[in-house]
């Protein structure tokens, strides 16, 4: 169930705000059950800190400042039972812990995929009754089996609910699709049909300069609208270099493509085994090499640009170098596009790095975990 936040996705936004409820529950839960160990003892044996501590800080380094792992049999399965055998160690050294099951029971199916969230599901329970002391009691069976099946209906329940969610997500991608089509169709197509048609308009009224000046301002109206109208739309769809390519054949297009256009020399070269990413974070990746390409011709007066894709076992990264004329990077108004690459970045859980100086080149570095 890992998501990120997107603000241009409202069901992904709201799937974000459920995860932080859970994690904000699991340590409600934890602060609950520190103030009913105050008041059933002046205060807590240091080994209950300690565990308690330990279930804090696991949950917050290896899940909540992972969202990208969510959803990932490996390594949150490992991440759950860790979890699962401190929280029988809580209980164990302090009764009044015992609330911080109710936290802990969301968590399976947060963390982990279908089915295996059941599974877990089912070995919190499991850890309940065995924190509490209730498994040698004579009608275990009949609870447990009673409490299992309790909590795998509320997780069929839920996942039921995310199904239909996701179903209705995608009917309205198919929606917006051929909303654009017909809206591409009725405005950027006709625009450049008129285009067209002034353009042929002014060449056929050669030698009237009047005629033709008048017919070349009205084919550069036509332009700038539909420019306005493209850019409303592109950003609605996927990068097309990467519709029939993979990201490094994809970035090798782009770079030559930029070169001829720029008369500037653009290098692509790729480390590590190439292998298959996502379609997001592809996207992420191809949109950055296009906005340091962009500003290597618009800003940096660059001669030489050097794009490095690198494949390491738990990250892609892209770097892009430029030798131009550089800028200082924490100054105000350093451009858009390298507020948008951050933003990007941080959607697919990655982070951006600029290095430059005046007269000292630009260097991005943009991180993605993979794993």
């Known amino acids: 169930m890992g998501v990120t936040e997107r603000g241009s996705d409202g069901v992904d936004v709201w799937e974000a705000r459920w995860v932080r409820a859970f994690h904000l529950l699991y340590y409600a839960c934890l602060a609950l059950g520190l103030i009913l160990s105050f008041g059933e003892h002046r205060s807590p044996a240091p080994v209950t800190l300690v565990v308690l501590a330990a279930l804090a800080g696991w949950h917050w380094f290896l899940v909540v400042r992972r969202p990208h792992l969510l959803g990932r049999l490996r390594p949150m399965a490992l991440h759950l039972a860790v ?5 029988v160690a809580l209980v164990r050294a302090d ?3 015992d609330v911080v099951i109710f936290g802990l029971m969301p968590q399976p199916y947060l963390m982990l995929p279908i089915p295996w969230s059941y599974a877990g599901a089912v070995a919190t329970i499991l850890c309940t009754f065995a924190a509490r002391g209730y498994l040698d009691d004579p009608d275990t069976l009949w609870r447990l089996a009673g409490s299992c099946g309790l909590v795998v209906a509320i997780g069929m329940f839920l996942m039921y609910v995310l199904r239909q969610s996701a179903q209705n997500k995608t009917l309205g991608v198919l929606e917006e699709r051929a909303r654009l089509a017909r809206e ?7 625009g450049l049909s008129g285009i067209i048609t002034q353009l042929e308009a002014a060449e056929q009224a050669m030698p009237d300069l009047p005629a033709v000046r008048r017919r070349i ?12 109208e493209a850019r409303r739309s592109v950003d609605a769809l996927r990068p097309g270099p990467l519709r029939d390519a993979r990201l490094d054949a994809a970035l090798a297009r782009v770079a030559e493509r930029w070169s ?6 653009a290098t692509v070269s790729v480390e590590g085994t190439p292998r298959p990413l996502p379609g ?3 996207a992420t990746l191809l949109r950055a090499a296009q906005e340091g390409l962009s500003n290597a011709a618009k800003h940096a007066r660059a001669g030489r640009v050097a794009i490095t894709l690198t494949y390491m076992d738990d990250e892609v990264t892209l770097d892009v170098f430029d030798d131009g004329r550089g800028f200082e990077p924490d100054a105000r108004g350093s451009g858009y596009g390298l507020a948008a690459m951050r933003e990007r970045a941080r959607d697919v859980g990655g982070t951006l790095t600029v290095e430059s100086a005046p007269g000292e080149g ?3 570095c943009l991180r993605i975990p993979s794993s």
């Open 95 to 97: 009764g009044s812990f």
């Open 362 to 364: 630009t260097a991005l």
């Open 83 to 87: 979890l699962c055998v401190l929280y």
């Open 217 to 228: 301002a009205l084919a550069k109206e036509l332009a700038r609208d539909n420019l306005q």
């Open 260 to 265: 001829r256009t720029s008369e500037v020399s």
């Open 280 to 282: 997001e974070v592809g």
């Open 184 to 190: 591409i169709h009725d405005t950027i197509a006709q």
